[in-house]
């Protein structure tokens, strides 16, 4: 079945660094492609999402591509902040496209 | 101007109890789903509903786990004979549609945090 791997944290970057967070998906189909964002203290939340081949999600200066040929949305970020720390989740639909399966999470930390 | 709200936040209950767990999704949400979140995990599906029917109850664990939705508006997730392995996050999300489709696009709740002792 459809399956997420994302990187593993936690990440540690200092202020107006560039991110990447790596994400892959397996799939039969085309499933649509989501980053969500949980800020601490704070419910999950969608940060961008992309539902077809070559389409850039973008939301807060992030980022990603649905790269079809490397079944990737790996999620970037040219400048980061400190209100950036929050821990992200990769997500896709499944096969059913009604069920929405999310990765392990990448905790994201930002010094000032 | 309600978020998903979950009642009760934090649930303290001993091994072997029954639970119930509530979900008061947004106005108008058509889809509701259901999640369990352990420590330093995603989120893992459990059940998702569309209208008042569970159109894909796969990721329920075992059938001491059931929810209804029966008016197609507020969920209760229901679980008997509570274990230790029961404790974690469950998350409620709910979602609208759009041409009747599902978006992908959840809207979170913050949690009902389970303890199992």
């Known amino acids: 079945g459809n399956s997420v791997t994302q990187m593993e944290g936690p990440v540690t970057l200092s202020e107006e660094a560039f991110l990447t967070i790596n994400c892959t998906y397996t799939a039969t189909g085309y499933p649509s492609l989501f980053w969500y964002v949980q800020y601490p203290g704070e419910g999950l939340q969608l940060l961008l999402k992309?539902?077809?081949?070559?389409d850039k999600g973008s939301n807060k200066g992030f980022e990603a591509t649905y790269r079809k040929e490397t079944t990737s949305f790996h999620l970037e970020k040219g400048s980061v902040q400190v209100s950036d720390s929050a821990v992200y989740f990769c997500?896709?639909?499944?096969?059913?496209?009604?069920?929405?399966?999310f990765g392990s999470g990448t905790r994201l930390s930002i010094r000032p | 101007g309600a978020g998903v709200s979950q009642t009760p936040s934090n649930k303290v209950t001993e091994k072997g109890k029954y639970v119930e767990l509530r979900c008061d999704p947004i106005?108008?949400?058509?889809?509701l789903y259901w999640y369990r979140q352990s420590l330093g995990q995603g989120p893992e599906f459990l059940i998702y509903f569309q209208g008042t029917g569970a159109a894909d109850d796969s990721g329920l664990p075992n059938d001491r786990f059931f929810a209804v939705r029966p008016e197609g508006s507020v969920s209760t997730l229901k679980i008997q004979r509570t274990e230790r392995g029961d404790s974690a996050v469950y998350l409620c999300a709910s979602s609208p549609l759009t041409g009747g489709k599902v978006t992908g696009e959840l809207f979170f709740g913050e949690g009902s945090r389970l303890t199992v002792l």
């Open positions: 997500a896709s639909t499944y096969s059913s496209a009604s069920k929405i399966i």
């Open positions: 106005s108008g949400h058509t889809a």
């Open positions: 992309a539902t077809k081949a070559d």
